[in-house]
């Protein structure tokens, strides 16, 4: 039997909203990518997450804006957005030109972090969910596109169009969830309604000095579909190959919430049992073997360590014994289950760790917040009242998107030339160094040199006159004398004998 869900007219007339009218997009500005993100306790604003991107859940291009199926956006924080890359066209034997579902970059930043509990987790979740009025009867849920959306545990969040956060319990505290990017700092115009998928700390638009107006370029290259039985894959390499199938993702979904019963259904699609499975959410980390591989098998010769992609020794196994593969973390889309008790075969909110060594039947719930993100929690923690006119008994949110930041960017230290020992004052030291090495070869920066980049292969000259134009300077502000004469005729000597040796 086929079951159906029941809609208001409100909640189709949101369903089936029409393509973005034409409005006036405000232009991407780029955010300074200036150092790597940090974890700590403090919480980077969305205006100083570098490299944002995120997908729709009916896809368009900012230019019209219109519909444009698989197009994912780059976003400033500050209300501007521009197209990065459109995933149509690019599988190997799958052309059709679904909607974009989830994406991420092969190696996610603060992935380690994430599974730590020690970064924050940004996450967004959908504008539709399946309500309880009485049991057994669900009905289609609309969830307001800008919060504040309140759930059971008292946390209040942002809506389906914006993105929340949850703090990392190791810095901060456990269950700590609010509001972290509203509707007009994702997308100023149109105002998005929801955010489909997340993925952070990418490279910027029009670096390396780009002509204004040239591409823009994320780093999105793992990414899934709105329904995955059909291909038979659930995630996608960027160049259009198969990364993670289908099977995979059902085998690791049962073996934490048991065999899908027939009367589970996905209440968007209408599939049912294990054709309602659809990988929603996603983060990735793939450090062994090669990058568009989920590699299942690893093997090396003789005693040979196994080496991630960039030839650095690990561990297959981590020292809490835990297995040390590629690795995800994903959810689901919501399935409901009417003949089940609480209404759910899945709430779509649980977000699961698959390692690619462990295999899908050793998947284990996302430890983070201070809380397994698991079927149970979701049920009596993310579960919200009804909104605008429909008094629905419970609903539960469905997770769209997830990632990971920090507390803040690292800036990079910055050096006075002729600061060569990089104590922050161009000073008597810093001579002393120079005349030490007067003649050698210039050791490559920072190595002996602070941060000072040198201007030739030898200690001569050029290294004389930075320490003399910049003598006192520096970001110490503790005094520094003048040098003295004897000083600059012992320089004044050297720098003859150099002339003469020459």
């Known amino acids: 039997m086929r079951h159906t869900l029941r809609f208001t007219a409100l909640a189709l007339a949101g369903l ?9 997009v405000i232009p991407y500005s780029p955010v300074s990518p200036i150092g790597p993100p940090i974890i700590g306790p403090g919480l980077s604003p969305p205006d100083a997450v570098y490299g944002k991107e995120y997908s729709h859940d009916r896809d368009f291009s900012v230019a019209g804006p219109v519909a444009d199926a698989q ?27 679904q909607q974009i579902d989830a994406i991420a970059n092969a190696r996610d930043a603060l992935f380690s972090e994430t599974l730590r509990d020690a970064s924050h987790l940004i996450f967004s979740h959908d504008d539709f969910v399946a309500g309880y009025i009485s ?10 596109s800008g919060g504040p959306i309140g759930l059971a545990n008292g946390n209040v969040i ?16 456990p269950n700590l969830q609010f509001g972290w990017a509203s509707q007009p700092e994702v997308n ?40 995955d039985w059909p291909s038979g894959v659930s995630v996608w390499n960027g160049a259009g190959s198969a990364y993670i199938g289908w099977p995979t993702i059902v085998t690791a979904v049962e073996s934490l919430l048991g065999p899908i019963p027939g009367s589970a259904f996905d209440f968007r699609e209408g599939n049912q049992g294990r054709q309602a499975i659809n990988l929603d959410a996603l983060m990735v980390n793939d450090t062994v073997g090669r990058p568009d591989v989920f590699d299942q098998d690893i093997t090396f010769p003789g005693d040979e360590p196994v080496r991630d992609q960039n030839g650095e020794p690990i561990d297959l196994i981590d020292p809490n014994g835990e297995f040390g593969g590629d690795q995800i973390v994903f959810s689901i889309r919501q399935i409901v289950d009417p003949e089940d008790p609480d209404g759910y075969y899945a709430t779509g909110s649980e977000l ?28 009596s923690e ?3 009242a009804g909104f605008q006119g429909q008094e629905v008994e419970y609903a539960v949110i469905d997770i769209n998107g997830i990632e990971a930041i920090g507390e803040k960017v690292e800036e990079p230290p910055t050096f006075c030339p002729g600061d060569f020992n990089g104590d922050g004052r161009v000073d008597n030291d810093d001579l002393n160094l120079l005349l030490s090495n007067w003649g050698a070869a210039v050791p490559p920066a920072p190595a002996g040199w602070g941060g000072f980049a040198p201007t030739g292969p030898l200690v001569d000259n050029d290294e004389l006159n930075s320490l003399l134009n910049n003598w006192g300077k520096g970001t110490s502000t503790a005094p520094v004398p003048e040098p003295s004469t004897m000083v600059l005729a012992t320089l004044a000597g050297v720098t003859l004998l150099r002339r003469r040796a020459a």
């Open 16 to 24: 089936f909203a029409a393509s973005p009218a034409a409005l006036a």
């Open 71 to 97: 197009q994912v956006i780059a976003w400033d924080g500050a209300g501007g957005t521009a197209d990065t890359v459109d995933f149509t066209g690019t599988r190997e034997g799958w052309e059709e030109d």
């Open 135 to 144: 049991p057994g009867v669900p009905v289609a849920q609309p969830i307001p």
């Open 158 to 173: 942002n809506g389906a169009g914006e993105v929340s956060v949850e703090l990392g319990a190791a810095v901060t505290g």
């Open 188 to 227: 100023a115009m149109p105002l998005p309604v929801d955010v489909d998928g997340l993925e952070v700390w990418g490279p910027e638009p029009r670096e390396n000095n780009q002509e204004p107006g040239a591409p823009v370029v994320g780093d999105v290259n793992k990414y899934s579909l709105d329904v």
């Open 352 to 379: 699961i760790v698959l390692d690619s060594l462990a295999g899908p039947s050793g998947a284990v719930w996302l430890e983070h917040g201070g809380h397994e993100w698991s079927h149970d929690y979701s049920l």
């Open 382 to 384: 993310l579960s919200i």
